[in-house]
């Protein structure tokens, strides 16, 4: 009798859904592709799809914002929690923008952002999908870290997510500057770019010397 497969050898069914789903909607886009292609694409039924995805609304979600199980990830490789001083933090800071940056450049990443681009406002206002709270959970790691560096005293006291956003605000333009115009200056010169903006944001929110 065969041996049962390990659980590191089992089939990762809901990833395979994920990178067929985002192979379709890349290609088709949200409107041209069923549930029954992305099912047929990864030679699973119907209803073992919708077991992991409910609808295809959801299934774009997913695809598209990296959010499982209402929980979001900077991605492996982030560095470890900010553990300095306020002379480490510009540092801290860049690296987490690089980071950012280096996962945007794969190529897997380029198409994500363009099928949200296309799709995924107008299936905002279609009420479809609930993009402005989707998205607050993939920044919720960002509004962490800046509720922990003001309770510090290393940042201004202020809304935490209003924070995040002005820190990732100039991140979200170098992406779509890699989808327009991958030969920016900006696009070649990313730690140079991570630099400056750090250098901005910490001008308006680092916290004063008493």
């Known amino acids: 009798m065969a041996a049962r497969p390990k659980a590191s050898e089992a089939r990762d069914t809901r990833t395979e859904i994920l990178n067929a789903a985002l192979e379709l909607f890349a290609d088709k886009g949200f409107y041209g592709v069923s549930i029954r292609d992305v099912a047929r694409a990864t030679g699973v039924g119907v209803s073992a799809l919708y077991h992991h995805f409910p ?15 209402g929980k979001a990830s900077l991605g492996p490789g982030t560095p470890p929690p900010f553990d300095g001083g306020s002379g480490d933090l510009p540092q801290y800071l860049e690296k987490l923008l690089l980071h950012a940056m280096d996962r945007f450049a794969v190529l897997r990443e380029r198409k994500r952002f363009r099928i949200f681009l296309s799709d ?3 299936l905002a206002l279609e009420g479809k999908i609930n993009l402005w709270e989707r998205m607050l959970v993939a920044r919720q790691p960002i509004i962490d ?17 209003m924070i995040a956003l002005s820190f990732i605000a100039p991140l979200m333009m170098w ?3 890699l989808s327009v115009s991958p030969d920016h200056i900006w696009i070649e010169k990313p730690r140079e770019f991570a630099r400056y903006c750090v250098e901005q944001f910490l ?6 010397p008493e």
């Open 55 to 69: 609808s295809k609304e959801e299934l774009f979600e997913a695809v598209v914002l990296e959010v499982r199980d």
């Open 120 to 122: 995924g406002p107008r």
């Open 145 to 161: 870290l800046m509720a922990t560096l003001m309770a510090r005293g290393l940042l201004r006291r202020g809304d935490a997510e």
């Open 175 to 177: 992406r779509q500057l």
């Open 203 to 208: 001008r308006g929110a680092v916290a004063s």
